[in-house]
């Protein structure tokens, strides 16, 4: 069975642009969770979805954004890019909400 | 307080000690407990999963479970250079996954 699958592994983008990543879930799981880290953090929770139906939502600002496709694939788009968003991004999928999460490689961005 | 909450560490053991690492959480409704690895640099990866109060075992690792405390642990016994990495607690709440912020652990040969 593949695992999650986050693409791209790595961004090199300039303050003040836009962006986007992707995840695709393990087959049959229908709920995408983004976490971002950086060093000396834990990992920040920023919206899961369900169902193309964001259930829940951390503390960001409105700047990061998702959604989900019909297959269960989910894009974060981070808009006005500021150098504080240069992290790890991570998705991880599970089977329903709640329940064990596996992670993908994660998407490492640099705001320069 | 936080939802879940964990000492950070780092916890140094010598190579073949059992390292023990612990985890509280607040909400006496959660339901489902886990144990993530995370290397440097990687991402987290689920090592141990935990219904029940009482203990699961798993080749070295043991997680123990304790709903009435609200504390869930993970032993590593014989403990190689290879573990040392951040163990992450994880639990289930209001149908969302909170994890602490993890506990390091260094094993020295």
């Known amino acids: 069975k593949a695992g999650v699958t986050q693409t791209p592994r790595y961004l090199i983008k300039t303050r003040g642009q836009q962006v986007t990543l992707s995840c695709s879930p393990i087959?049959?799981?229908?709920?995408v969770s983004w976490y971002q880290q950086t060093p000396g953090q834990g990992l920040q929770f920023l919206f899961e979805?369900?169902?193309?139906?964001?259930?829940n939502k951390g503390n960001f600002p409105g700047r990061f954004s998702g959604r989900q496709f019909s297959n269960s694939r989910s894009e974060m788009n981070v808009s006005t890019l500021e150098l504080g968003d240069s992290a790890l991004y991570l998705c991880?999928?599970?089977?329903?909400?709640?329940?064990?999460?596996?992670f993908g490689q994660g998407t490492r961005l640099t705001v320069v | 307080q936080k939802e879940v909450e964990q000492n950070s560490g780092p916890l140094s053991v010598p190579e073949g000690a059992i390292a023990s690492l612990n985890c509280t959480y607040s909400?006496?409704?959660?339901?489902?407990f886990f144990w993530y690895r995370q290397y440097s640099g990687k991402s987290p990866e689920l090592i141990m999963f935990?219904?029940?109060?009482g203990d699961k075992e798993d080749g070295r690792f043991t997680a123990q479970l304790n709903k009435a405390s609200q504390y869930v642990s993970l032993l590593i016994r014989d403990s190689q250079p290879s573990d040392s990495a951040t163990y992450l607690c994880?639990?289930?709440?209001?149908?969302?996954?909170?994890f602490g912020t993890g506990t390091r652990l260094l094993v020295s040969p």
């Open positions: 991880a999928s599970s089977p329903r909400q709640g329940t064990e999460a596996f």
């Open positions: 087959s049959g799981h229908r709920s």
């Open positions: 979805y369900f169902s193309e139906t964001q259930r």
């Open positions: 909400d006496r409704g959660s339901q489902s």
């Open positions: 935990i219904y029940s109060n």
């Open positions: 994880a639990v289930t709440g209001f149908q969302k996954l909170v």
